[in-house]
Each structure stands twice: as structure tokens, then as C-alpha cells.
């Protein structure tokens, strides 16, 4: 049975806010520093009826929610949003091709309770569920996992590529450049890449993340196409570094990559999405990038104890992490990984060594009264090593610190 009480080693527990009852937040979650010292965190909504919320954390014993929006449609989710100085950029994705709505919005939110639209960037198509994940840090540069009205995939599950948008002018958002696994599209000259033959979760990139360490290279967590880097220096046409793909024999859904730059590592994840462990193992893999064209795998994170989460309630397994964002309110780290694992909570990892690395810290919370089971989906940590973790289902946001 799932647990009604929290769990916890190395992490405390500073306050807990429930979203006025929305705790069903995506996987886009980001800190906003405001003049005079006010923080405000952002959350992207997993489902309807809620847009975004924003939650004042200046007094992190007495987090309030400031606002919170609707979503224009029930067949939408924002799921994904990013912060850089008073403006945020939100993803938009429908639960089918073609519907209204799909694209990525860009919000003026230097007045938190009143957040202002400044511009839409419609990705709406026939075979286009629209955006749902984008990253953005350098004030500039929006890397999209996307569709488009142009895009016609040779399967449906391969729909959403990578695109980058310029964003330099947020009233007048352009597409910057395009790539995607060749013979996903329709019209290719390639065959399509073989289909997993289990867990067929298809070849379309989750997340594209870009460094100023590497403002030339995009490191893509692509589903069933695993670990894919491109070469971003000439926008208009991304190029293929290296590919690692793992899956099969192991089920897929590659998620997120994080380099850590300073020892040439990549952080991997990948999604659990079924329940009970049905589809394990889905781990996080750390690999060996030295060499950039032929990245190697040399360990994974420990799991908790996959017989006693398999029996809880909920899917078990990795997802999120902390992906060093390298804005002014993120704490960065090459040793410490802070990962999600649903109903695993947050866990926190060494990897001092590589080849060994240890887990040191997690927190489980309790399960909300009116939720089947624990689900967090998605964690920040700031530059004062603060944690904000949030659940998918009912939860919320929980604010955390890391005591070791």
C-alpha cells in the first residue's frame, strides 16, 4: 500500500503549498528573481483546467500562490515553461493533431499577479499536437520538441521534432532552424527507424538543451532514438554529432540529457510511464563523453527498492532532473544529480565517482488524501541548494533542503 506518511533521509521539509487544490504540475517549472528581492516560482499545468501558477517564495516558510490561469481549452496542457528576466515562454500541446491553441506563448511577466501575453507562436497543423517541452536561457534561442503545419510524420508517435525559434524580439517570434531523425517524415529518402517492439513510445525528441559552455551543440533526449547531439552552429541546418541508443533491448523513452561540463559526463534519463514497474528498467545513465562522437556508457543510479515501489500505487521509475540551468537563480552542480522518480519522490545522487555513484538524500511525501498515489514530476534547485519539487497528480509544490 502506498504510504500516508512522508519519508525522508538528508532532505527537510520547509513548506508544502497545494496549489489551491491544482497540484497536477507538468514538467516546466522555473524561479523568477525580481527587483527588490521578490521571487516568484512558475509551474506549467499537466493537464486542464489550469494554465500556469505562480507562487511567491520570498518567505520560503509561507510560499503563496499569486496566480493562476485557465487554459483557453480542455484539450490543451501547458506542461513546459521557462523564465528568463521578466519574460516566460509557455508550451502548448493538445491531446490530438490539429486542434487550436498548439504553439508557444510568450508572456510579459514583470507584474507576477497580472501576467501579460506579448505574442503567440502557433506550431497548429493537421498532424501537429503542438509544443510539449521547450527550453530557453540565453534570452534568444528557444529549442522546441514540436509539430508543425508542415511536418507530416510517417507514424503519429513521431510527430514532435526539434525545432529553434528566435525569440530576441518576443513580439515577433521566427522559426530559426529544424532538425529530426531522418525517415520519420513523410517524403524521406531513408527508411523509418525500427519501432521498439514492446513499449513503442516513438522517435520524437522529449528535450533539447543548450549551454553556454556548448552554445553549439544541442544535447536531445529523443524517445526511442535514445541519446542524440547536434551540431547547432549553423541554426538553419543542425547536424548529427552522435547517437547512443539503448533501447531496444532495453524499453525506451530517452528523456533528458545533462552534460556535466567539467568531467566530461552526460546525466541520461529516461520516462517510466507505465504503472507498477511494467515498464522497467527506466533508469538514469551516466556516460563517458570525452569523446563527443561516441559517448559510452559507464554506470547508472542506484534505484530504490524496486519490490517495495512496484507495489505502491502509481508508475516507479526515473523522469526529471535538475538540469543546471545557467541562469543566475539555479544552482549548478557537476557531482550532485537531483532526479524524480513519481512515486519514488526526489533523490538525491554523489557521482563523485563515476563508476560508483551513491545515493545520499530523498524524500517521498505523503500522499495527498484525495490522490491515488505520489507522482513528482519535476524538480529546481537554487542557488542556495533550496529544492522545489512538484507532483504530477495532486501534490503541489514542496520546498525542501538539502541538510548534508
Known amino acids: 500500500m502506498a504510504t500516508r506518511t512522508q519519508e525522508t533521509k538528508n532532505l527537510k521539509l ?68 521557462a523564465v528568463v528576466g521578466d519574460i516566460m515562454l509557455v508550451a ?27 505574442s503567440f507562436f502557433s506550431t497548429l497543423g493537421p498532424h501537429s499536437r503542438g509544443v510539449h517541452c521547450l527550453w530557453w536561457v540565453d534570452g534568444e534561442f528557444a529549442h522546441l520538441s514540436t509539430g508543425a503545419a508542415d511536418f507530416h510524420p510517417r507514424n503519429e508517435r513521431d510527430d514532435q521534432f526539434y525545432m529553434i525559434v528566435d525569440v530576441k524580439d518576443p513580439a515577433r517570434p521566427t522559426e530559426a532552424g529544424r ?16 519501432r521498439h517492439p514492446q513499449f513503442d513510445a516513438g522517435h520524437s525528441v522529449h528535450n533539447a538543451n543548450v549551454y553556454p559552455e ?5 544535447y536531445c533526449g529523443w ?19 552522435s547517437q547512443v541508443n539503448y533501447h531496444p533491448p532495453f524499453p525506451g523513452f530517452t528523456h533528458t540529457v545533462v552534460p556535466f561540463f567539467s568531467r566530461d559526463l552526460l546525466v541520461v534519463t529516461q520516462e517510466a510511464t507505465r504503472q507498477n514497474g511494467e515498464d522497467y528498467p527506466k533508469l538514469v545513465w551516466l556516460m563517458d563523453a570525452r569523446l563527443e562522437s561516441n559517448p559510452v556508457i559507464i554506470s547508472t543510479l542506484p534505484m530504490a527498492d524496486t519490490n517495495d515501489f512496484f507495489n505502491r500505487p502509481g508508475r516507479f521509475g526515473a523522469h526529471n532532473m535538475h538540469e543546471n540551468q545557467p541562469v543566475p537563480t539555479s544552482f ?66 514542496y520546498i525542501l533542503e538539502l541538510t548534508v
Open 14 to 81: 520547509i513548506s508544502h503549498q497545494d496549489l489551491n487544490g491544482f497540484g497536477n504540475v507538468g514538467e516546466g517549472v522555473a524561479l523568477q528573481q525580481l527587483a527588490g528581492g521578490r521571487r516568484i516560482f512558475w509551474m506549467a499545468h499537466e493537464s486542464s483546467p489550469k494554465d500556469f501558477t505562480g507562487v511567491d517564495v520570498t518567505d520560503l516558510y509561507n510560499p503563496k500562490t499569486v496566480v493562476q490561469t485557465e487554459l483557453a481549452y480542455s484539450h490543451l496542457r501547458s506542461n513546459s515553461l
Open 92 to 118: 502548448y500541446q493538445s491531446n490530438r493533431p490539429g486542434l487550436p491553441g498548439t504553439g508557444m506563448g510568450i508572456y510579459d511577466i514583470s507584474r507576477p499577479e497580472q501576467p501579460r501575453r506579448i
Open 179 to 194: 532538425w529530426w531523425v531522418p525517415g520519420t517524415r513523410k517524403g524521406d529518402a531513408v527508411p523509418m527507424p525500427d
Open 214 to 218: 556548448r552554445p553549439d551543440r544541442a
Open 223 to 241: 524517445k526511442d532514438s535514445g541519446v542524440i547531439i547536434l551540431d547547432i552552429s549553423e541554426k538553419s541546418d543542425p547536424l548529427m554529432i
Open 332 to 397: 549548478r552542480s557537476d557531482s550532485l544529480v537531483f532526479a524524480t522518480f513519481f512515486n519514488g519522490g526526489i533523490r538525491v545522487f554523489d557521482t563523485t565517482n563515476p563508476f560508483q555513484p551513491q545515493e545520499v538524500a530523498y524524500f517521498v511525501p505523503q500522499v495527498p488524501a484525495t490522490a491515488p498515489a505520489n507522482s513528482v514530476n519535476d524538480v529546481y534547485v537554487d542557488e542556495n541548494r533550496i529544492i522545489y519539487a512538484a507532483d504530477r497528480l495532486k501534490g503541489g509544490l
